[in-house]
């Protein structure tokens, strides 16, 4: 039929709106994106102009859809058929589920709100929901609407084979939706009083996590991005919302993110299915949104400047002619030419229709939609209820099936990632098979590869238990993906099926020197713990993992603290710090990708280490929650110096230079006490900041009340500011640096020396590469030379810099990068494809001589038995000092800098002391010292300055927050600046009477 236009209503488009001739550049779909209603999908390179419509008549896509024998209200039998969405052809056999028995697994006929079906993100399956009672359509009673009917999750594989997981009692009202990352757990969605949207696994069937307890009417659940969304009727904003940027695996609460605000534009009006897609290449992540709005339409939206924005509705569909649509299920995608094709029913009537839709306008532009045609009819009096677009390798080979519960198996993990030409990296992954009779005694397990190049072949061994296997994989020659299917069979049948994921990376030499650290995509901090051997934190979980610093490998420990200590979600985790058998781990503070707040993130808390290497134990120490809160409060006294009131606020988006982000931490020079707080954002003028916290050890479980801090310390990195702050055992650190924005790579990456003094400029030590050295790259296909490298966020450990060939081992964040040759970024791979790279470096010889202390004296000469003011500058925040007599050491005084790193005391000669010329040494924990010289005179009683008390600058000072570094930078406000004003008040007491140390 010839394409027909339907009535779009929409906003106006801004005099500077890209429409018409002048759309995105966009990515390709890649072969190995997962093509489902809940996937990301994108395009690419397309040039300037707006995408042409589709070709009706070219071949499209193969949809599944859900479908019941009839639509009357009891329950009924439930199946799945596959069309194909050009001739509207059945292509393979209909997938059937059981409607008799125990394993009877049935739907409403005539729910309008059910049978919604997903593709999982990896593509292997599809997932829905049902309950389990047997058919009985004339009955009239819908199973929704009786509590007892046990709930259950439906699964799919692409093989056609078929499995139920129960819901326990956790759900009793209508189960609607259910989505799925990779077949092994699973998201159900229903309109129950209290499920709002509850996580199951096999191995948890009917005792699944609550994730929400706000979103109650929950009408669809899906996975983009590596996040978990849904719709709702019943949140604060109805519509669209994020309820987490990763995927949960513990309640959350009340916390969700309204995205689209469909109560704005449709007040009162139910949103139903959705779609989101990464159409716009300019734009990170998804930035196209479409949302079905029950009795209107397809609501579009979009992403435009961080805001999510209505473009316009699609009214709905009706190219049958039915008179009455009601649009309430939604697939889609982006297709090559950069248009998006959506799939939806077009009402809950037997012989009902799939409608495909085509919208040829761009991201942020009102629907243009260029075709609008019936994809498939139901026949013989049945009834579609949901629709997603097919998996690429969907191909169900019988024409029913019963659910299986005799045979599963689990691997260890959801995915294998394999580097080119790494001899050293796991090619192996563990599977455990369990029967549900525990007869385990007739069953074999077999491994193959399907569509070869990253894998080769793969093998299985019997493992050491019973029901436990070893699947070895052969490494293939090609970047890219492969499929390894496991097959446990028991009396020459097929019984139990899994699938898992190969991915083959470039070589990890591409950038000299380097390895991989497996299981994680964003290293955010590391503490080294000896014998080659670090913990490893990441900042997209609380979970700390030990890796073999030297080789490319797995985690040989994982430590989560997700339900340790009352953390509500992810801490964001971003610096560490240890001292003695205590490691302080930091969170970010920032606020969400969205700019709301989360007070998650505001977290320092300790974990209590023992043993080295892999003998290495933890255990959780405390907690102290509200450190950035002490921060804008300080800066606020002391008249906003930083701006902090105004970057942490709720609303502000994070990774930019106007932002709140800490992302260094390390002890001071001294006993451990004082901690420096480096930050990504804000900066200061251009120059990075470093904040020190005086009173860390009482800190932990709020012995302290609050944090005090001392002065800032500013430092011109070239406009970088701090990623990574470590020190060695000699006092000496290092830091990594690069700018607050991982979208501009202006300036780069550099690694900085520092002696931790605050008097002191850190010294650059080398700058770090971007992308990947392409004369070393020896692999086929792409992703090898020129590959971004990542974000040098991490330091292992900090050799002694003054040592020929000192070399230093650091890890990047690789939460972005695209290993595999498709455009997926790391974070969004399974844990076992997730990988960061470590690369060693030998540091050029470099020189950072510690500087001299100043220290004045009230007077040139004093009596034995007499008082002397002593003042001093240019010692670490709270380091222990000593004031010592010479020639003959004696010491006066110990004492600790104030959280300016100066001194401002009284000292008493001794009455014994000799007459004579003598020098009066002020000296430091760092190694820092400074003199002055003095005369001791014969005659009694000399007049001193001052007291016989301190004066002031102790740690307890807040107040003293002058010293600044490499930068002489006072906050405004304060009475006194030590550098200037300081020394204008000694002169006034009187010139000449003290002489300035040399």
Known sequence: MAAARLPSTHRSAPADSDQGGGGTARRRVTPFAALGVFAVLATAGLGATAPAHADASAPSDTIVVSQTASDADGPDALSLGTYAADSGDSTAPAVT???????????????????????????????????????????????????????????????????????????SGGI?????????????????????????????????????????NVRTVGIADGGLYVTSDKTATLGLSRVSSALPTAAIGTAVTPLADTNATFPKATPNGFVLLDADASVPGPDVAYVVIEKSGIAKYALVGGTWTYEGLIASPDPAGIGTPATEALAGRVQADGSVVLYTIDSVTANNHVVQLVDSAS?????????????????????????????????????????????????????????????????????????????LSAVSVTASVTSPGAASAASVTAGSAPGSYVVHVAPGTAIGYSSLVVTATRDGAVDGTTRIRVGQSGEATALPGSSYLLGAADASSAIDVGDGYAIVADDETNTLRLYDETSTGRPV?????????????????????????????????????????????????????????????????GKYQGLKEDLVAWDVANGNPLGLAAVCAAGVLPDNEASCNVEGFETAPGDGSVGYIGFRAP????????????????????????????????????????????????????????????????????????????????????????TTDASTASGSGTGVAGQEVGSWETILSVPNLDAPGATVRLVTDNGTTAFYGDDTAGKDQPEGLQKDRATSFVLPKTSDPLPAANVELDASSVAPGGALHVKATGFAPGEALTVTLHSTPTTLKTITASGTGALDTTVTVPASAPAGAHTLVVSGASGVSGSAPLTVTAAAGAVSGGGAGEVSGGASDPGNLASTGSDTWLPLGLAVSLLFAGALAWIARGVGRRRRAR
């Open 557 to 621: 420990k994982t430590w989560n603290f997700n339900t340790i200590g009352g953390f509500g979600g992810e801490g964001d985790l971003e610096a560490s710090a240890r001292v003695g058998d205590t490691i302080y781990w930091v969170g970010s503070g920032s606020n969400k990708k969205t700019g709301a707040a989360d007070p998650d993130r505001d977290i320092l808390f300790t974990t209590t280490i023992t043993g080295t290497g892999t003998g290495t134990q933890l255990s959780y120490g």
């Open 683 to 770: 900066s200061v003028g251009g120059k990075a900041v470093v904040v020190p916290i005086l009173n860390l050890p009482e800190l932990i479980d709020a012995k302290a009340g609050s944090a005090k801090f001392g002065s800032p310390i500013l430092f011109d990195l070239g406009g970088r500011t701090i990623r990574e702050l470590r020190k060695n055992d000699q006092g000496q650190y290092l830091i990594t640096a690069g700018v607050p924005d991982d979208a501009d790579q202006s300036l780069g990456w550099a690694l900085y020396r520092w002696n931790g003094l605050p008097a002191s400029a850190p010294v650059l030590v080398r700058t770090l590469p971007t």
């Open 176 to 216: 609607r939706s259910v989505a799925t990352p990779d077949g092994t757990s699973f998201y159900a969605a229903g309109n129950d009083a209290s499920a709002g949207v509850q996580l199951v696994t096999p191995a948890t069937s009917d005792s699944p996590v609550p994730i929400t307890d706000k979103d109650k």
């Open 97 to 171: 589920f059981s409607s008799t028995g125990s394993d009877a697994f049935t739907m409403s006929g005539s729910s309008n709100a059910g049978g919604f079906i997903g593709t999982a993100a990896d593509g292997s399956g599809v997932t829905l929901g049902g309950f389990q009672i047997a058919a009985d359509p004339s009955s009239g009673a819908d199973p929704k609407d009786d509590p007892t009917v046990p709930r259950r999750v439906g699964w799919v594989d692409d093989t056609g084979k078929v499995s139920t997981i129960g819901l326990g009692a956790a759900m």
């Open 363 to 439: 991201a942020a532009s009102a629907p243009d939609v260029t075709l609008d045609r019936v994809a498939a009819t139901a026949t013989g009096g049945q009834v579609f209820h949901g629709v997603t677009i097919a998996p690429q390798s969907w191909a169900p080979t019988t024409s029913g099936g019963t659910p299986s519960t005799t045979l599963t198996v689990t691997p260890s993990q959801s995915g294998l990632g394999l580097a080119l030409g790494d001899a050293s990296e796991p090619t192996t992954v563990p599977v455990a098979v369990s029967a549900s009779d525990g007869d």
